[in-house]
Each structure stands twice: as C-alpha cells, then as structure tokens.
C-alpha cells in the first residue's frame, strides 16, 4: 500500500511540475505593460513602461491627510463589480467618484470626488486641494488619468507607494496646469524642460500673452497647431512648434526662437 501511495505522490509532484511553469508565466503576464510610482511628498504619480522604464504618463495627485495612504509595495487588483467603472458611490463619505482601480483593500485610484453623478456637480474644494494631501487615504486623480489608469493598468499591476525625497517643486507646478501623456506626440522630456526667456525673446513653456496667442494662430493657419488659441504655450503649442521645426529641417526642441518665431509669423505672407 505504501508503495502505490508513493507512487501516486510522484505522479502528483510531476504533474505540478509540468503546469508551474505556464502558471507562472500567466502571473507575470498579468502584471501587465506598465508599472506606477506614487510619490506621496510631491503629490506626483508616474506610470513607467516596464519595458524600457520610459514615463508614459505622469499626473499630479492627492493622497490621504497624515499617513492614511498606506506605503509600500502593492498589486493592482479588482475585487468588486464596480471597481474599474465610470461612477462608483463611497457610502461611507456619500460621494460618487469615476474609474475607481484598486490598491489594497479600501485604498483606490480614483477621481475627484462628485456629490452626483454629474460632471458639474465635482467638490471644488476637492479641486483646490488637488496637489495636496486631501483624501481619506485614496489616491485622486483628475478624471482622466483615473480613467487611463483603469483602461491601462489591469490587475498585477506593480504599484509603489513612497515618500520622495526630492524636492520636485517645479514638476508639481507643470502638472499642475496639465498631466504629460506619451499619446499627445510629445516626449516626455520635451514636456518638463521649459525653456522661456523674456530677455532672448525666447517663447516656451510657461510663458503666455498676445505673443503666443499670435503664434498659436499662424501655426494654426499653416496647419501645424490644432485648437483654439489659448494665450499659453502648453503642450499642443510645444507639438505644433516640433511639428513645424522638422518640416523645415531643424531640430525639433519645440522651442520658439526670436528667428523662428519671425520666420513662423511671415511664412505664406505676400511678399
């Protein structure tokens, strides 16, 4: 009898072996393309592609008041039917948020928080605070970079929750005004290297007025800039001015010179 016991134990054992390995391989396949940083001094979340560990997306945020947000080493994971979905109602605060994905336990992504249902009905003081320790202990986020999240990074998704030790207060203050993503065209570091200089005439990120209204609107008529002009030299701007350096052969650093910016202003003028 012992023997025939043995026997099937060895069988069993040889049976583990052979779909360990696909298992694992399934597991490792769950985790997903990209991971995510959660710099909670900075109020910065950052999510990496895990390939190359290029920024892919990175987005201002506001975490829980004190140490409610847990630090360390988390998965991504759903563990109810509303997780991951457009609205989501946390009874316990009764607001509703959008694209909520799950850290651990109660600890989310998620939106701003809404008293309804509604896009007009978001806490504006929530808004205020966006940047800044706010929350019960969730991550917020902007409506879309919650959505992003929900629609990009699936269950098993390496999640990394720390205190910086960097100061990155002009990073806070770009993404403040808006969040980079890779699909906007622009790299990402194009998107944190403002470079403006009243004294060169030097027009990039950050600076503003008549002057960059002028220009969104001539690259719009070349058909380089897309959108209203808007009086900020944001992203879009950064992209058309890319766009418009490599069609005439220099290179593109999406800054506008005082002879580029002349050059742009008199294309396609009569002479």
Known sequence: ????????????????????????????????????????ANQITTVYRRADGAVVRQMICSTGIGDTTPRGAFTLQTSRSSDRKEWYFIGKYQCYVKF???????????????????????????????????????????????????????????????TGARNESDLRQLLLEESYSSDSGLSYEAFVAPIHSIETFTLGRGARGDAVSALQRQLGRLGYFVGRPTGEYDSATVVAIMRYQSAIGLSPTGVATQALFERIMTDGATP
């Open 1 to 40: 009898m012992s023997r025939r016991i043995n026997t099937l134990l060895i069988a069993l054992c040889a049976a583990l072996a052979l779909v360990s390995v696909p298992l694992r391989s399934t597991l490792a396949e769950s985790a997903g393309e990209y991971r995510i940083d959660v710099d909670v």
């Open 100 to 162: 909520p994905t799950r850290i651990q336990g109660s600890i989310l992504f998620h939106s701003l928080p809404y008293a309804a249902q509604s896009m007009e009905a978001v806490d504006p003081e929530a808004v205020e605070q966006l940047g800044s320790k706010a929350s019960h202990g969730c991550v917020r986020l902007r409506w879309e970079d919650a959505e992003w999240i929900a629609a990009h990074c699936p269950d098993g998704t390496e999640t990394r929750i720390f």
